[in-house]
T-cell receptor
Framework: DAGVIQSPRHEVTEMGQEVTLRCKPI?????LFWYRQTMMRGLELLIY????????DSGMPEDRFSAKMPNASFSTLKIQPSEPRDSAVYFCASSLVDHYGYTFGSGTRLTVV | TQLLEQSPQFLSIQEGENLTVYCNSS?????LQWYRQEPGEGPVLLVT?????EVKKLKRLTFQFGDARKDSSLHITAAQPGDTGLYLC????????????FGKGTKLSVKP
């Protein structure tokens, strides 16, 4: 298995633009997580899905952030409009129901200028 | 609010030295995971501990879960430059897969 695939690896965009981050989880994993990592706050959970259904989105910063999982093999995290404070590394991770441990993707480094 | 505190925040040592990093909380966790993250990559799972008092070994790395399941430690024997990275602990609380809280990590640098 290729692991969790995220794209793009790097994204530089101007304030106010829409940004879409993409994730392909490991086949067969029932859970998908979106995290954001910054130096100040570390890894923060934004939202997670179980069997494609959003379970907890309490970590989503505000209405500018949205996430979807239209099927078991694809998820998107969208920021519209983007702001400089959204600059961070965004990680997607997946896991099995009964497996203690997440497999992370390599992340998307987002810079909003 | 559940919090995981890791110490030390930074650690710089010479190759061959031993070290211990700590992960502490006031909350009880149903399980605890340790990850290592290298620059430009996502965290990689090293181990999961579930039972209070549990000790697991992974080559030169020894992981221990506290008896009360509120704390954990990672001990590295004879550190090597390849051990350099950010070590993160993460605790699952409430028995729910999605309730995973990460500490901010210990940044380890092992100099040859």
């Amino acid at each position: 298995d290729a692991g969790v695939i995220q794209s793009p690896r790097h994204e530089v965009t101007e304030m106010g633009q829409e940004v879409t981050l993409r994730c392909k989880p490991i086949s067969g994993h029932d859970y998908l997580f979106w995290y954001r990592q910054t130096m100040m706050r570390g890894l923060e959970l934004l939202i997670y899905f179980n069997n494609n259904v959003p379970i907890d989105d309490s970590g989503m910063p505000e209405d500018r952030f949205s996430a979807k999982m239209p099927n078991a093999s694809f998820s998107t995290l969208k920021i519209q409009p983007s702001e400089p404070r959204d600059s961070a590394v965004y990680f997607c991770a997946s896991s099995l129901v009964d497996h203690y441990g997440y497999t992370f993707g390599s992340g998307t480094r987002l810079t909003v200028v | 609010t559940q919090l995981l505190e890791q110490s030390p925040q930074f650690l710089s040592i010479q190759e061959g030295e031993n070290l211990t990093v700590y992960c502490n909380s006031s909350s009880v966790f149903s399980s605890l995971q340790w990850y290592r993250q290298e620059p430009g990559e996502g965290p990689v799972l090293l181990v999961t501990v579930v039972t209070g008092g549990e000790v697991k070994k992974l080559k030169r790395l020894t992981f221990q879960f506290g008896d009360a399941r509120k704390d954990s430690s990672l001990h590295i024997t004879a550190a090597q430059p390849g051990d350099t990275g950010l070590y993160l602990c993460a605790g699952v609380y409430g028995g729910s897969q999605g309730n995973l809280i990460f500490g901010k990590g210990t940044k380890l640098s092992v100099k040859p």
